[in-house]
């Protein structure tokens, strides 16, 4: 069964950014915001530090000297993470990482080398404990910020990016369901049909809008300002997750989350989301704009986890390229790294 992000967790993964990735044009923005992040992480768990360069790596994270943090020097395209690095199942009490194609988001962008970074994290035998095993889903495509899941066998996801025709081609939800279940071990499926943030290039994904805290609370996006664009649709999207229930036929608690300010970079408004937090132990990483709706969206997440700390991070570099914390990351649970 795919394992929800708050499971105990040994370690998470970045991709570090460099001049031949599209962070080029503003290296010395988004250096010190990986930085910032890498260092909160690690005052928790481990960090597995993927790199094209890593002695350069090294010295811009600043983790040069500490003993959790991992370095993989390998071939990149890009610095998402989440949607490249394998996702994590527990069958029979055994960790297993599937390894789904990545197709740059439905053929958007370049992905030829970060398709195959799984596949030699296991070439290399070196990242991950000998117990973990690696399944090769390819060429079925699948993003992990296209999913979410509350650890139970239920999966929250979008239909405009699960049936997008340049992933799987998939023709209904029903032939989606039939595709996915049995590797993720999902019992069943809860789909969004409304929900967009203008500048998201992934079609959709269900982490820029709605997220599970637990296994009965979800927090998801709200705006409440009828000028914004954005205000139609995701009031639809509001009264769907209102309909949804548990398994056991109850209603999800849910908790909203402001619409940060408008940013925008050079005429064009992105996506800032506060739904694009990172759960690790004893934390919570969230996307921070500086704007006033920061302080209260750490406030409702802090009610969501009364027992981490929140974390908030300034993540106005990454929403230049159109994503935010938890896509450059993906977690491992223990016994993973």
Not at 18 to 47: G, N
Not at 96 to 115: I, R, S, T
Not at 315 to 326: A, I
Request: glycine content about 8%; aromatic content about 10%.
């Amino acid at each position: 069964m795919l394992l929800p992000e708050w499971y105990p967790q040994s370690g998470v993964q970045i991709t570090w950014p460099d001049s031949q990735t599209d962070w080029a044009p503003i290296l010395d923005e988004v250096i010190p915001c990986y930085a910032a992040i890498a260092r909160e992480i690690l005052k928790h768990e481990k960090l597995l530090v993927v790199c094209r360069n890593e002695t350069l790596a090294r010295r811009q994270s600043g983790c040069f000297d500490n003993s959790c943090a991992l370095f993989f020097q390998t071939p990149i395209n890009d610095t998402w993470a989440r949607d490249y690095a394998p996702l994590s199942v527990l069958e029979d009490g055994r960790l297993v990482l599937l390894d789904f194609q990545f197709n740059g988001w439905g053929l958007k962008y370049p992905a030829c080398h970060d398709n195959q970074i799984t596949a030699r994290f296991f070439a290399g035998g070196t990242v991950f404990s000998p117990a973990v095993t690696c399944r090769d889903l390819r060429p079925l495509v699948l993003e992990g910020g296209g999913i979410e899941t509350d650890g139970q066998g239920t999966i929250l996801t979008t239909s405009c990016c699960l049936l997008s025709v340049n992933r799987n081609g998939f023709s209904s939800k029903a032939q989606a369901e039939q595709s996915l279940a049995a590797a993720l071990g999902a019992k069943r499926f809860l789909w969004l049909d409304h929900g967009h943030l203008i500048g998201d290039d992934t079609d959709g994904h269900i982490d820029t809008l709605a997220r599970f805290c637990n296994e009965h609370t979800i927090a998801y996006v709200r705006c409440t300002d009828s000028t914004d664009p954005h205000y139609s649709d995701l009031c639809l999207m509001e009264q769907q997750l209102q309909s949804f229930t548990r398994s056991n036929g109850q209603p999800y608690d849910l908790i909203p989350l402001p619409m940060p300010d408008k940013v925008e970079y050079n005429g064009e408004r992105l996506p800032a989301t506060y739904a694009n937090f990172l759960i690790i132990n004893g934390a919570v990483l969230l996307p921070f704009y500086n704007c006033p709706q920061d302080l209260v969206a750490r406030d409702a997440l802090q009610c969501a986890f009364p027992d981490r700390e929140i974390t908030g991070i300034d993540c106005r570099p990454l929403v230049k390229q159109h994503g935010s914390l938890h896509c450059i990351t993906m977690q491992y649970p223990e016994g993973g790294l």
